[in-house]
């Protein structure tokens, strides 16, 4: 199969290196990508000859492709869509963020399908979330190699899904932080490191096996005036929580989810 992706961006590069490094006999996929970002897109075929193509404008990605990828700056989006031409037959993956499915039906036309997906870059480890809606069993099919894919019921979710990912860069920033604070304190740099990437990866693991789901409920598993109950007791003081709260909804209203409220 063929896919085409217009928008050679992060998460673009992402999911053909996700793809393209795959060990699955039988299951070869192709990739046709726009001439936009050149030096990505020569980077990629590069890597991956034979596999990937970088086409000469974005009307010949659509052309050859059976499956195309919207993966343009939404504020980009239409300059360069609008002028394509859509077969009907085709299937339409989009990341744009800002533009719901009867948008981007606006620039496709009637084609046989619209996903919008919120994938990240760690698709290129196959590891990691990636959101879609509606659900639709092709697709899922598609990208479970990548990832664990997540199958939303209201489209609106998107916009929770898009604000959650906001946190990453926060997440660094605390292991950055807590890994400085052990080499200050006489752990070298290498060893901090090690062990708070190791040690948070435990506790994401173990949040997802988490009975009921109930996360909440493993933040207080601890022993009575010990030290985790101390750190607790000392960020709940200083309602350290609400902080990370309070930006989820900055970035919220900043994807137009304020709208959505009444129907989240």
Sequence with gaps: MKIGIIG???I????VQGFCSLQQPGCRLEFALSPRNREKAAALAEAFPGQVMVCSSNQQVVDVSEWVFLTVIPRMAD???APLHFRPEQKILTIM???PIHRVREWTG???KIVRMVPLPFAAMHIGPIAIFPKDEETERLFAPLGKVISLEKEEALSVISAQTAVMSAFYHLIH???EWGAEHGLSKEASLDYMTAFYEALSHKAALAPDGDVKALAYEMTPGG???MTLRFLLE???FRLWRDALDKVWVRLGGAANKSNP
């Excluded at 673009?12 to 999911?15: D, H, I, N, P």
């Design 8 to 10: 050679t961006g992060t």
């Design 12 to 15: 673009a590069s992402a999911l």
């Design 79 to 81: 300059d360069i869509l």
């Design 97 to 99: 963020s800002d533009h």
């Design 110 to 112: 009637d084609v046989a």
């Design 177 to 179: 932080d807590t890994t």
């Design 227 to 229: 030290l985790n109950e």
């Design 238 to 240: 200083k309602d350290a």
